[in-house]
């Protein structure tokens, strides 16, 4: 997992509603992605959660690592199979910050994810919605339920930010 210091779980309570939950799994997936910033990485971050639990976070290492499959929920899905030692992830939740392009929403069915929640939605390369559904393609053999837009503000805003501040011109 990345340096960030996160809860690690959510209480156990009957007061958590279903949204509460989704919101603080989001809020750490964005502190992971704003982590990521500091190594010049796009932010975008991912948490795999397995009940109240996360088993696996990280953020893009594309620049870092120089490899293009470096993307956050690839990480956190390669994780989260070793820290469950299995590769099947049919009881997890993976909360990401941006809707996943192809690549990602592929390891995702192959995976066998069963729930995806993303923040804000990507125009260009989603695959859960934007451009085409592969997440929920009805001829793929698992469709995992998908939630899009939890936070879409905030996360959006913090991509849009980072390019932002990259544009501007030197002093």
Known sequence: MTEVELATSVPHSLELTRFAIDEQFMRNAMA????GT???????????????????G???????DQD???HAELIAIREGCAALD???????????????????????????VKRVVFGA???KAGMAGSIND??????????????GGLLE???????????????????
């Open 134 to 147: 592969l997440l929920r393609h009805p001829r793929l053999n698992h469709m995992p339920e998908v939630q």
């Open 58 to 64: 990280a953020n893009n290492r594309t620049v870092r």
């Open 121 to 123: 939605w990507d125009e």
């Open 38 to 56: 500091r190594h010049n990485e796009v932010p975008i971050g991912a948490v795999l959660v397995q009940g109240r639990s996360i088993i696996a």
């Open 32 to 35: 992971i992605a704003l982590d």
């Open 86 to 112: 299995r590769w099947r992830l049919d009881d997890c939740t993976l909360y990401v910050t941006l809707e996943p392009c192809a690549m990602c929403a592929g390891a995702i069915v192959l995976a066998r």
């Open 68 to 70: 293009a499959t470096g």
């Open 153 to 171: 503000d905030e996360c959006a805003v913090m991509l849009s930010e980072f390019f932002e501040d990259r544009r501007l011109p030197a002093p």
